[in-house]
């Protein structure tokens, strides 16, 4: 089993910048590849980006390269997603992921295990 715990989510003005952060605990070793996603109301959970826990070769989604980036510490078992120039368009709850057996997807099913999420609310 493997426990994800979200936290950093918050409300900002356009523009800005928050960090999110996971916590992983439980059987950390088998995890594969970790992610962010993003689901805003109404919508489909969408994949932000991944990062494989071994190689640290990084995914992103098309609407975030540039603005995100995915980052790990393996010693304390966290992910992070600095987001910068942040859109109202970005606005979501947040969750980060983890997959036992693959990495590059951005595909949620993929995925085994999910934190409970954290709101991210970008006003213009």
């Known amino acids: 089993q493997v426990q994800l715990v979200e936290s950093g989510g918050g409300s900002v003005q356009a523009g800005g910048s928050l960090r999110l952060s996971c916590a992983a605990s439980g059987y950390t070793g088998s995890i594969y590849c970790m992610g962010w996603f993003r689901q805003a109301p109404g919508k489909e959970r969408e994949g932000v980006a991944a990062?494989?826990?071994?190689?640290?070769?990084?995914y992103y989604a098309g609407s975030v390269k540039g603005r995100f980036t995915i980052s790990q510490d393996n010693a304390k078992n966290t992910l992070y997603l600095q987001m910068n120039s942040l859109k109202p368009v970005d606005t979501a709850i947040y969750y980060c992921?983890?997959?036992?057996?693959?990495?590059?997807?951005?595909?949620?099913?993929?995925?085994?295990?999910w934190g409970q999420g954290t709101q991210v609310t970008v006003a213009s």
């Open positions: 990062i494989y826990t071994v190689g640290g070769s990084t």
């Open positions: 992921a983890a997959d036992l057996i693959r990495c590059g997807s951005l595909y949620a099913g993929n995925y085994n295990y």
